[in-house]
């Protein structure tokens, strides 16, 4: 390690006194003009990781679904998967040393990852449109040089583009080429493979807005439409020529707003989506000829892929699941288990708990309702798959295989990913020749409402069985417990976000006006039980 250059840089990149940053769901996030040294360490773990796993590691610089004046940074482990959960810790520790401790920390990962600092080092970096990123970027160069790693600096790209980079990367490019036109070229075949084998067509159903959340996807959106099959004509809007980041539209806004977003005029049955930030999200929503406000979330693009994947699997020996968080909506829950008859299990929010979850079978749904999944398919399913489209001679059998290996070619594994999800969803709309309110009636919602609270400190709230339950503030559960009951099919929980800093509640009910009440009732339990900041929520 080149001591002079650690601690030349380093001052160059100081840590804001008191400042202590934890790495959460999605990496460190926080205002931007808090983040260099954060980004600055991330560079020198990011090597560290690329030593001890001897591959590629990712970073991207993004804060997704936050406002613009965030920012944030997240580690892409060698498949594409988030950062191992024990290198969390590591991130954490090394983004909150003091600048003299900072080699003291870094000796310390060494000894407890086994890290030999001889070995060679790669990253690829990644980074959002956010005014600020490049800047960070520029520092996570400054943190990989210091420890002396290769870097390849992809510049503006989605935060599932970075995912599938590396994955190609390591896997000697059998998950595809490390390139954007690779990314493009594979996804744009298997769509195009699958819509092949659609016979259902028509002008409407060709047509797609795509609020792109002001964010990177209206970019590489655009980048992509070349390839796109004049079976999709898409239309981008919130393209960020005019406006904010994720102000007042993209897909976290309209899931917990419940409304369409600014900046896209929507004609009465015309199919919409929205993109987050960074483009790992997607939401469909539509409004219908009485002018009602549509929202198809996560939920409901998971129910639509388990029925079209459940059809082509049914005579396969395959082990197939849905993964959701307690956010899903309760009556999902129950038409996945009770109509279409599939396991259907809950883990924490944060994308990399339904990853794990979803590995352990083969075929894995897993969808956060604000529209972040994807499917992962077991190494034996692939094989498999592959195998019959080869060697099947019943025309049937393979046709269905082929359209399972178009699927596991089309979506992308690593990590949700709003345009790969798209393109999924439209070639399965296509395939089942199904319209946007078909696919909604499927079941209807049950009316809910999400909420943030500003507290002093978020941690007080402790949780358990996948958050669905609080442990502490002392009394609060009980409280909840007690608000529920006097509603009909109520739910409600509370939970401290890992992105922003406040805690975010949710309730459901029979009616909105009831989900409505709940919602501002456990709210005030959590403001007056939590330590909570300014007036109490309002109604
Ligand atoms: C990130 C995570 C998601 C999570 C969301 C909100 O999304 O990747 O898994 O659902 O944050 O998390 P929290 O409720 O803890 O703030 P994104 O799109 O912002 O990266």
């Not at 806004?253 to 929205?274: A, H, I, T, Y």
Request: hydrophobic content about 35%; charged content about 25%.
């Amino acid at each position: 390690m080149d001591l002079e250059a650690l601690r030349r840089y380093s001052a160059l990149h100081p840590k804001p006194a008191g400042l202590t940053l934890q790495y959460g769901t999605a990496g460190f996030r926080s205002r931007a003009e808090q983040l260099d040294h954060i980004v600055f360490r991330m560079g020198l773990l990011a090597i560290l990781r690329s030593k001890a796993v001897t591959a590629t590691i990712g970073i991207m610089v993004t804060a997704s679904h936050n406002p613009e004046e965030d920012n944030g940074v997240k580690l892409v482990d060698p498949l594409g998967e988030m950062l191992h959960p024990s290198w969390e810790e590591y991130a954490t520790q090394l983004a909150n040393a003091e600048e003299q401790e900072l080699q003291k920390v870094i000796t310390e990962i060494c000894q407890k990852a086994e890290v030999n600092l001889h070995k060679d080092a790669s990253v690829f970096i990644g980074r959002d449109t956010r005014p600020s990123s490049k800047k960070l970027s520029q520092s996570v160069i400054d943190g990989i040089q210091v420890l002396g790693g290769q870097y390849h600096d992809y510049g503006l790209v989605t935060t599932p583009q970075l995912h599938y980079m590396v994955c190609c990367q390591n896997t000697q490019g059998q998950y595809g080429k490390a390139t954007l036109e690779g990314y493009y070229e594979k996804l744009s075949k298997a769509f195009m493979e699958l819509i092949k084998q659609s016979h259902c067509s028509g002008e409407n159903q060709k047509h797609l807005k795509i609020d792109c959340a002001n964010g990177i996807g209206a970019l590489k959106l655009s980048e992509m439409k070349p390839y796109f099959p004049q079976e999709v004509v898409i239309h981008i809007y919130n393209d960020g020529t005019k406006e904010k980041l994720n102000h007042l539209c993209g897909a976290d806004f309209v899931k917990v707003q419940q409304k369409p977003p600014g900046g896209l005029d929507m004609k009465p049955n015309e199919r919409c989506c929205s993109f987050d930030g960074d483009a790992d999200r997607i939401v469909y929503y539509y409004k219908d000829t009485a002018g009602h406000f549509h929202l198809i979330d996560g939920d409901k693009i998971a129910t639509l892929i388990s029925i079209f994947l459940k059809e082509l699997l049914v005579k396969q020996d395959f082990k197939m699941a849905v993964v959701q968080t307690a956010y899903a909506n309760g009556n999902s829950t129950r038409y996945l288990q009770e109509t279409l008859k599939v396991p259907v299990h809950c883990v924490k929010t944060g994308v990399k708990h339904l990853h794990h979850k979803a590995q352990e079978f083969d075929v894995g749904v897993y969808f956060e309702a604000n529209g972040h999944g994807t499917v992962l398919f077991s190494k034996t399913a692939e094989t498999k798959i592959r195998q019959l489209v080869k060697e099947e001679k019943d025309d049937e059998k393979r046709e269905a295989a082929k359209m399972l290996e178009n699927m596991i070619d089309l979506i992308n594994q690593t990590v949700g990913d709003a345009v790969s999800d798209m393109l999924v969803i439209e070639a399965i709309l296509a395939l089942k020749g199904l319209t946007v309110q078909q696919w909604d009636a499927l079941y209807t919602d049950l009316p809910n409402r999400l909420l943030k609270v500003q507290v002093a400190d978020r941690r007080v709230i402790d949780t358990t069985d996948a958050e669905r339950r609080a442990l502490t503030p002392p009394g609060l559960q009980e409280k909840i417990d007690a608000l529920v009951k006097k509603y009909k099919l109520s739910r409600a929980f509370v939970r401290p976000s890992g992105t922003e800093d406040v805690v975010r509640i949710y309730a459901e009910a029979d009616t909105q006006e009831n989900a409505d009440a709940l919602a501002h009732e456990v709210s005030l339990a959590v403001f007056h039980l939590a330590g909570g900041k300014g007036a109490p929520p309002q109604r």
